[in-house]
């Protein structure tokens, strides 16, 4: 019976993980309607961690992909820093000095962003060629999309800052061929609505960035810690 209930927990858990990393949501080829991308779907992330950290000009390279909405002339997108209180298990939003913004509503399809590191310090930076916009920013961060003037969001890439809603999908793009423009590691797509007027199909912006890795989420790796404890349990009892 003990190991039938075992066997049942951790068959469980390896499912809800393997749920973590499969949604039911649009592949990359849906949303760049390109049937190059089909296979690809979203990892199940939030945040993206930077992998060039070598000190020697730490930086990534956001560029647009895809915008398909009537409000992108009013759209802004950026990325925020990452805030996970571990003792309450919850991530925490960013405060504005948390926050840089990259593109504005005036930016097209192909318009590119340099984002600089400076890793000790903890800030982020970026040269839009008149102002050098800085943040409180690390080297783990998600991504923002947000209409001030008509006065949607913020909308994040972790859905616990929305509500539970997910107006932002990661697509891991490091092994994709043919090759984005840019040649991105990752690719967020947005939806720019509300939750009750949303058409979920994530074309809304779609942004390819450099030099970045998903990060699986603290509460996936709890999951998937647990099932191999389980799976641990089960052999030594076994045994």
Known sequence: MKKTVIMLLVSGLICAFAGQTVMA?????????????????????????????????????????????????????????????????ITMAPTAGEMLQLFSG??????????????????????????VHSANIGSRFGFYLANPSAGYGPFFSDETLNGGN??????????VTPYLMGCPDVVAAFEDLPAN?????????????????????????????????GLGLFKRKKS
């Open 25 to 89: 949501y649009p592949s990359l080829g849906d949303v760049l309607s390109n049937s190059n991308y089909d296979n690809v779907n979203a990892v199940g992330s939030s945040y993206v961690a930077l992998t060039d950290t070598d000190g020697n000009q730490d930086d990534a390279v956001a560029t647009i992909l895809l915008e398909l909405a009537g409000n992108q002339n009013q759209n802004v997108f950026g990325i925020y820093n990452y805030n996970y209180d571990a003792v309450n298990d």
């Open 106 to 131: 005036s930016a097209g399809v192909y318009t590119s962003a340099r984002i600089e590191f400076d890793l000790a310090a903890g800030t982020a930076s970026y040269n839009d060629g008149t102002v």
């Open 166 to 175: 997910e107006y932002g999908l990661i697509f891991d793009t490091r092994d």
């Open 197 to 229: 007027s949303a058409d979920w199909d994530y074309n809304d912006l779609v942004v390819g960035v450099t030099d970045v890795a998903p990060v699986p989420e603290p509460a996936t790796l709890l999951l998937l810690g647990s099932g191999l404890l």
